[in-house]
């Protein structure tokens, strides 16, 4: 299985600020990542998909960069609603698998 | 406005069964992939298996091969995953998720970025 590190697994921030993930795959997976919001009791939502597309309706604060093994997903500016842990997720091969999440929260 | 419609909480004692169902509208059914992905209790989340209706195959993580079971009844455009010989680790909220492209590698197809989801199902195991 092709294993995908996040990091930080947490990390607190204030309003405004630019807030940065990173998602390292085992294994090179070209562009085939997805990035997902999940908040408390909810179902996760679809952000960005093959990895710098900005999924219709999502904030244009929210992108996504990378390729191969290393993958970055950027809030430029933190808004109080964007508390959530964020996932992402590779399809290069299966079975699909997720990060171990970040939890992003408010200073 | 697509919707997917899970069945509601279980609980179960160990070794038994559960199957879980997620009603789709507001799509084309067939033309979409349905993907199973669960939670346990503060975790992150894990992609089970998923089947694409129109080509009637499903696919397996293979940690679940030989105890997961997904379906897809089409004339209702429902899709079902079951789980048997249950056991507490299987405590998870069970989500339906539409996969809307198909990705194919191998000669294997299965769907993907996962666009909308259920509400989640919470499957308890417990003596």
């Known amino acids: 299985d092709i294993q995908m590190t996040q990091s930080p697994s947490s990390l607190s921030a204030s309003v405004g600020d630019r807030v940065t993930i990173t998602c390292q795959a085992s294994?090179?997976?070209?562009?085939?990542l997805n990035w997902y919001q999940q908040k408390p009791g909810k179902a996760p939502k679809l952000l960005i998909y093959?990895?710098?597309n900005l999924e219709t309706g999502v904030p244009s604060r929210f992108s996504g960069s990378g390729s191969g093994t290393d993958f970055t997903f950027t809030i430029s500016s933190l808004q109080p609603e964007d508390i959530a842990t964020y996932y992402c997720?590779?399809?290069?091969?299966?079975?699909?698998?997720f990060g171990q999440g970040t939890k992003v929260e408010i200073k | 406005q697509v919707q997917l419609v899970q069945s509601g909480a279980e609980v179960k004692k160990p070794g038994s069964s559960v199957k879980v169902s997620c009603k789709a509208s507001?799509?084309?059914?067939?033309?979409?992939?349905i993907s199973w992905v669960r939670q346990a209790p503060g975790q992150g989340l894990e992609w089970m298996g998923g089947i694409i209706p129109i080509f009637g195959t499903a696919n397996y993580a293979q940690k679940f091969q030989g105890r997961v079971t997904i379906t897809a009844d089409e004339s209702t455009s429902t899709a079902y995953m079951e789980l048997s010989s249950l056991r507490s680790e299987d405590t998870a909220v069970y989500y339906c998720a539409r996969g809307r492209s198909f990705h194919c590698t191998g000669g294997v197809c299965y769907g993907t970025p996962f666009d909308y989801w259920g509400q989640g199902t919470l499957v308890t195991v417990s003596s």
């Open positions: 294994q090179d997976i070209s562009n085939y």
């Open positions: 507001g799509g084309t059914f067939s033309s979409y992939a």
């Open positions: 093959d990895a710098s």
């Open positions: 997720q590779q399809y290069d091969n299966l079975p699909e698998t």
